[in-house]
């Protein structure tokens, strides 16, 4: 499955219908009279947040959604049938803005979430509800109120508890697939994450969500290498780990490239707490991590965890300093099922791949 976490899409509410213009034919009743009913009302537009999904692929192809219009009144004062609301289901996270104003019209952020967006237009009124003493006869009617429409945006924005970021090639890919039992492509090449992944992550009798995204670089607001427009994922992450690769050119420097761009996004991501965190550690010696974890300390890190993500060294004491960063029982731990793959080890993935 292909992952999409935006799109646009038109809605469209139904039409009322039409109220009827009728009279009373029956034989032997002397005095007859108008008997139009009232039109039904047209069907709103319902957004609703559902387990399972992970992607807005499916509005790639379907971008247009009409709500039925209501049934037309009919004689003996009947009433038309009400049209059924249009259902739209999106994943959680999902946000809805307004194509025109860019306003958030809603965020859905729990499973079975729904918002009425667009309502349907009312019904007609039919001849009936016309007569007065003096008007004993009437034809007019409503034809309906015409319904609501508008085009949107679709933005997901996946819920997970710790936010992983990083330059290319910092070893995000590895790690995750080393806590949980996420497989994420791993490759001596930039760039190997494309989009982003959930894991669950399981430590000490407690899990959280673990989201990865792609790796930044300087510029990245201005659009260069795959943009800032997955930081949005994490938004929502309640503390991030910054991995930073020990054999890099410069590791202090490394990790100011990616402040700046936390920065540049902005979304609250700068003000987040963040563990800095000295990965590949298998590729150095225990002298040369502790002069570059002073160095990360004086460029503004409070505190450094050495690890490495191929063998597992340091991980415990990191992910023990990621719980006390969440509460004892997370929001989305409860939707860890639905985050969770059937393989055994360390947790799950929720992968758009």
Known sequence: MHFLDQAKIYLKSGAGG?????????????YGGPDGGDGGKGGDVVIEAVAGLNTLIDFRYTQHFKAKRGSHGMGKDRTGASAPPLVIKVPVGTQIIADETD???????????REVLLEGGLGGRGNASYKTSTNRA???HQPGEPGEEMWVWLRL???ADVGLLGLPNAGKSTFINQITNA??????????TLVPKLGVVRHKGREFVLADIPGLIEGAAEGAGVGDRFLGHIERCRVLIHLIDIAGQDPAEA????????EAYGGGLEDKPRLVVLNKLDLADTELAEEFAQELKEAGAKEV???SGATGEGIDRLLDAVLAYLPEATATETKAAAVEDTDE?????WSPV
């Not at 039409?18 to 002397?30: L, N, W």
């Not at 306003?103 to 979430?113: H, I, K, W, Y």
């Not at 497989?183 to 190997?192: E, L, N």
């Not at 990790?255 to 936390?262: I, P």
């Open 157 to 159: 924005k996946l819920l």
């Open 138 to 140: 009437p034809r007019q």
């Open 305 to 307: 965890f050495v690890i």
């Open 18 to 30: 039409p109220g009827a213009v009728s009279f009373r034919r029956e034989k032997y009743i002397e």
């Open 103 to 113: 306003e958030v019209l809603a965020d859905f952020t729990e499973v079975g979430q």
């Open 345 to 349: 080890g360390h947790g799950g993935e």
């Open 183 to 192: 497989r994420a492509k791993v490759g001596d090449y930039a760039f190997t």
């Open 255 to 262: 990790m100011q490239v990616v402040e700046a761009e936390l």
